[in-house]
C-alpha cells in the first residue's frame, strides 16, 4: 500500500462512494420497479402493491429514493430497512428538494423526475472514477468500495477529472546507488574482472528482475484532442494544407494497439514487470461545456460536506509517495477556485480501479500536464513503449538491462542523425524535427557529430540520466513542455525547436561515459592537484598512449579484445545471478571505450557498422594521434579541447589508444593511480551531493580536479575510488536483437508482414507496427485487429 493513500481513500470513499454504490442498485431496482408500476399508474395503492411483488422488503432501503418520489404507501417499510442511515439523510434532503421544485401531481411527471435522478446518478458514478487518477488497485479500501457496474458505461467514462497540480520546483539531481561491490569494483574496471558472489566471502547483490513498465498514449478518436491538436497548428502556424490533411488520419486512428501492447508485456515479460504507467493526455475542463457540466456538478457535490456529519473534516491532505501532495478540500468556496483538468483514459478500461491489477501486477495512470512536474515512480531502470509497440516472444532482464552491465541500447549504425541537416529535412511536425533539435543540442555540449538513430522498439531508460537531462538543459526542456504537441517547435535551428528527452536520454548516457574516460586520464591521472599542465605533464600523457619522445605522432591501430565474446558475457551474467538471452547479442561494451568513433560508423556494409576486435579487423589503423592534442595552460583546458573542440581527432583518438594500451579486458591505461587522493574544503556540500560522482553539466565550467571533487565532498577524497563510481554510472551495451518497424500502408502489407514472414521469424522480439495507411484503412485495421486478438487473446484483468 503506497504510504499516505489510504487515508484519503477512506475519507473519499466513505464520503462519496457508498453512497454512490447505493444508488446504482437503486437503479437497478428502478428497472423493476418501473416496469411493475406501468399498470397501475392511476392508483397509488396497487402501485404500492405492484412494488411489493417485485421487491423483497430488505430491498427496500436501497431504492428508498425511488419509493419516496413514487410517493407510495411503502415509506413506513422504507425506514425499517436496512441501510446506511447517513446515506439515507443525504438522499432524502436532496431528494426533498427535487420533491419541492417538481411535485408528483401526474404520474407522468414523478416518472421524469425518476429518470432525473438516476442519470445524476450515473453522473455520480462517473464521478468516483475521476477520483481515481492517481490511484491504482492497491489504493483500493476493500471494505469500502464495492465493484462499479458496467451497465452504465457511457462515452463520459473516458475522461476523468482531477484538480489542477500547481507547478513544483525541479527535481533534485537523484542519488547514486552503488551497484558493484567495494571489493571488486576496481578490478572489474581496472582489469576486466567478473564480481563474483564467491570472491573474499561476500555476496554481490543480485541484479534488477523488475522493472516499470511506462507507456505513453492519446486517445487518437478523441474529438476533444483533434480540436486541441488542430488549435494549437493554427497558433503556431503549422495547419496543413488542405491536400495534405487527409494523410494525418493516420495520427487519429487506433486499431487497438495500446490494449494489445499491454497483453504482449504480460504474456512475454510478467515475470520482470513491476508495473504499468500510462502516460495520458489532460485538457483544461471548461465550466461552459454542457456535455460535460454534469460530471463538474458531481465533482462539486461530492466535495461539500454533510451538514448532518459532525466527523466531515474541512479537507483531507494526503501525501503520496512519489513526493506530491494533493489537495481535496470540501469547502465549496474553495473548489470554485480550484482548476479543473480533463483527462483521458482507454475506453476499455475498468472504471474500478479495484480492477487494474493482473496477478501482481499494478496499472496506473499519470496525466502529461504532471509528468514533468511530478512524476517519480519509476525504479533506477525502467522500460518505454510507445501504444503501437510489442513484445513478440518470451524475454528476460539481460534483454533490457542488467546490474552486471548496465543499460542495453538498441541502435542504428547506419542511420545517424545528422549535425548540419539539409534544411529541408527540419520539418518541424513529426519525429525528425526533435530528432535534428536534440542532436544539436548534444553537438553543442559534446561535440559535433551524427548520432545513430535509436530502433523504434521498447527502450530501457534510466531515471538518473532523464534527471540529468532536465538539468543539463533546463531552458529547452521548459519550451518543450509548453508546446502542447510534439513538433510544435521551428525546427534544429530555430528557436523553440522540441527537445527529445528520450533521445537525449539515451546518447547522455554514452556522451557521459566517453567524458568520464577522458578525464579519468586527463584530469585523474595526468594532471597536477591544483590542476596544473606543464611539459612534465604533456611528456607523460605522450608516453601513456604510445608515443615516443622526439616523435609528434602515433598511428593507432585496432587490437584484441574480449570483453563482448559469448563465453565472457555468459559468465559474467552467470556470476552475477542473471539468465543468459540467446535473443539479444551484446555488440559493444562500454569497457572498450566510445562506440561512435569508428571510420565506418554509418556505412553501407553492416557487418561494419560496429567495431569488431578480432579477425580481419585486426591491425586496421583508426585514426593519427598528434603530440599537439595534449597542449594547454592547465588540466581542464586540455580535458576540454580533447573532448569538445577536437573531439574526433584528439579525444577519440586518445580512447583508442588507451584502450589498445589497456590489454584484451579493462581500462587500466585511463585510470588514476590507486594512492592518489587529494584534500578538498567544503563545508557547504551536502550528504546527498557525496553521493552523486559525477562531473559539471556545461562544458564552459573548470573541470580541474579539485574543483570537480569540491563540488561533491570535503576532506581526504580517493581519486581513483570516485572516478570508478563515476564510471560505474554511465556504462552501457549497445545489444543487437530481432527487431522490426513495420510500416503498414494497405491490407496485403498486413498480410504480408504481420501473418506473413513475423509468424515464422524465431528471432523477432520486438515490434513496432506503424500505421501509414493509405489505401482501403477499414480492411486494414481489421485485419491488424485480427492479427492482435489471435496473438494475445487473453484479456487483462483491468479490462472491461
Given amino acids: 500500500m503506497r504510504a499516505g493513500h489510504v487515508d484519503l481513500l477512506r475519507a473519499m470513499l466513505v464520503e462519496n462512494l457508498s453512497p454512490l454504490v447505493n444508488s446504482l442498485r437503486e437503479f ?27 421487491v423483497e422488503p430488505s430491498e427496500l432501503g436501497t431504492s428508498l429514493g425511488v419509493l419516496k418520489q413514487l410517493g407510495t404507501c411503502c415509506q ?16 432524502a434532503k436532496r431528494l426533498g428538494n427535487r420533491r419541492k421544485a417538481n411535485p408528483p401531481r401526474k404520474p407522468v411527471l414523478l416518472l ?43 462515452s463520459r467514462l473516458d475522461y476523468i477529472v482531477f484538480p489542477a497540480t500547481p507547478t513544483s520546483s525541479p527535481h533534485p539531481p537523484l542519488a547514486h546507488i552503488p551497484v558493484l561491490p567495494e571489493w571488486c569494483i576496481d578490478a572489474h574496471f581496472a582489469l576486466g574482472h567478473t564480481c563474483a558472489p564467491g570472491y573474499f566471502g561476500n555476496e554481490l547483490t543480485r541484479g534488477m528482475d523488475r522493472f516499470d513498465m511506462v507507456w505513453t498514449w492519446v486517445n487518437s478518436s478523441d474529438a476533444r484532442l483533434q480540436d486541441a491538436m488542430m488549435q494549437a497548428r493554427r497558433e503556431e502556424g503549422f495547419v496543413l494544407a488542405e491536400e495534405k490533411e487527409p494523410t494525418e488520419d493516420k495520427l487519429y486512428r487506433d486499431h487497438d494497439e495500446l490494449r494489445h501492447s499491454f497483453r504482449s508485456v504480460l504474456k512475454h515479460f510478467r515475470a520482470h514487470a513491476n508495473s504499468f504507467t500510462l502516460f495520458t493526455s489532460d485538457f483544461p475542463l471548461s465550466h461552459s461545456d454542457a456535455y460535460l457540466q454534469d460530471i463538474v456538478d458531481a465533482y462539486s457535490d461530492a466535495s461539500r460536506p454533510d451538514e448532518n456529519d459532525a466527523d466531515a473534516e474541512d479537507e483531507v491532505d494526503a501525501e503520496f509517495e512519489d513526493g506530491n501532495r494533493r489537495t481535496l478540500s470540501r469547502r465549496v468556496d474553495t473548489l470554485e477556485d480550484t482548476e479543473l483538468r480533463l483527462g483521458l483514459k482507454p475506453a476499455w478500461l475498468n472504471p474500478d480501479a479495484r480492477d487494474w491489477v493482473d496477478g501482481d501486477v499494478e496499472l496506473g495512470l499519470q496525466f502529461q500536464s504532471e509528468v514533468f512536474e511530478g512524476f517519480k515512480g519509476l525504479t533506477m531502470a525502467s522500460i518505454y513503449l510507445n501504444d503501437d509497440f510489442y513484445i513478440m516472444a518470451d524475454l ?3 534483454d533490457f538491462y542488467t546490474r552486471a552491465m548496465g543499460p542495453v541500447l538498441r541502435l542504428e549504425p547506419a542511420l545517424l542523425i545528422a549535425p548540419s541537416p539539409d534544411p529541408a529535412r527540419i520539418i518541424p511536425a513529426g519525429e525528425w524535427g526533435p530528432l535534428f533539435a536534440s542532436n544539436a543540442l548534444l553537438c553543442a555540449r559534446f561535440g559535433w557529430r551524427g548520432r545513430p538513430y535509436a530502433q ?119 556470476k552475477a545471478g542473471y539468465a543468459w538471452s540467446e535473443r539479444t547479442h551484446y555488440v ?136 570508478l563510481r563515476l564510471l560505474e554510472r554511465y556504462r552501457f551495451v549497445i545489444g543487437d536483437s530481432g527487431t522490426a518497424f513495420v510500416m503498414i500502408q494497405q491490407p496485403s502489407d498486413v498480410t504480408k508482414h504481420l501473418f506473413g514472414w513475423m509468424a515464422r521469424d524465431w528471432w523477432l522480439s520486438l515490434v513496432c507496427v506503424n500505421d501509414d495507411i493509405m489505401k482501403d484503412p477499414a480492411r486494414s485495421d481489421a485485419l491488424i485487429r485480427q492479427w492482435e486478438a489471435a496473438r494475445w487473446p487473453a484479456p487483462a484483468a483491468w479490462e472491461r
Fill in 28 to 54: 437497478v431496482l428502478t428497472s423493476r420497479i418501473l416496469s411493475a408500476v406501468g399498470e397501475e399508474r392511476e392508483d397509488e395503492d396497487d402501485m404500492c402493491r405492484a412494488v411489493h411483488r417485485v
Fill in 76 to 91: 413506513e417499510d422504507c425506514q425499517k430497512a436496512r441501510g446506511d442511515k447517513r446515506s439515507g439523510r443525504r438522499k
Fill in 112 to 154: 421524469v423526475v425518476v429518470l432525473v435522478a438516476i442519470v445524476l446518478v450515473l453522473s455520480a458514478v462517473s464521478l468516483s472514477t475521476t477520483h481515481t487518477y492517481t490511484l491504482t488497485w492497491h489504493d483500493a479500501e476493500p471494505d469500502t468500495l464495492v465493484a462499479t457496474s458496467n451497465v452504465s458505461v457511457t
Fill in 396 to 398: 528476460i532482464p539481460a
Fill in 456 to 574: 523504434h522498439v521498447p527502450k530501457a531508460l534510466s531515471r538518473t540520466l532523464l534527471a540529468e537531462v532536465a538539468e543539463m538543459w533546463p531552458a529547452e526542456m521548459r519550451r518543450t513542455r509548453a508546446h502542447r504537441f510534439r513538433g510544435m517547435g521551428l525546427g534544429a535551428w530555430g528557436e523553440g525547436g522540441d527537445a527529445y528527452s528520450v533521445f537525449l536520454g539515451v546518447h547522455l548516457g554514452v556522451e557521459r561515459w566517453r567524458e568520464s574516460l577522458l578525464w579519468s586520464f586527463v584530469v585523474g591521472r595526468i594532471g597536477g592537484d591544483d590542476g596544473q599542465w606543464g611539459e612534465a605533464e604533456r611528456e607523460s600523457a605522450w608516453a601513456a598512449v604510445g608515443g615516443v619522445d622526439g616523435e609528434a605522432e602515433v598511428r593507432v591501430l585496432l587490437t584484441r579484445r574480449r570483453s563482448t565474446d559469448v563465453g565472457r558475457v555468459k559468465g559474467v551474467m552467470r
Fill in 588 to 723: 559493444f561494451s562500454s569497457e572498450d571505450g566510445y562506440p561512435y568513433t569508428f571510420p565506418h560508423l554509418g556505412g553501407a556494409k553492416e557487418e561494419e557498422n560496429w567495431p569488431q576486435f578480432s579477425g580481419k579487423h585486426l591491425g586496421r589503423e583508426l585514426c593519427v594521434l598528434k603530440l599537439a592534442c595534449f597542449v594547454g595552460g592547465s588540466a581542464s583546458d586540455v580535458f576540454k579541447r580533447i573532448a569538445f573542440e577536437e573531439a574526433v581527432a584528439c579525444g577519440d583518438c586518445i580512447i583508442h589508444a588507451l584502450r589498445a594500451q589497456s590489454g584484451e579486458y579493462g581500462l587500466a591505461a585511463f585510470l588514476p593511480p590507486p594512492n592518489r587522493t587529494v584534500v578538498v574544503e567544503n563545508a557547504t556540500y551536502t550528504q546527498q551531493q557525496v553521493m552523486i560522482p559525477r562531473l559539471p553539466l556545461q562544458r564552459e565550467d573548470d573541470f580541474g580536479l579539485v574543483r570537480v571533487l569540491g563540488a561533491r565532498g570535503g576532506g581526504v577524497v580517493n581519486v581513483r575510488a570516485w572516478t
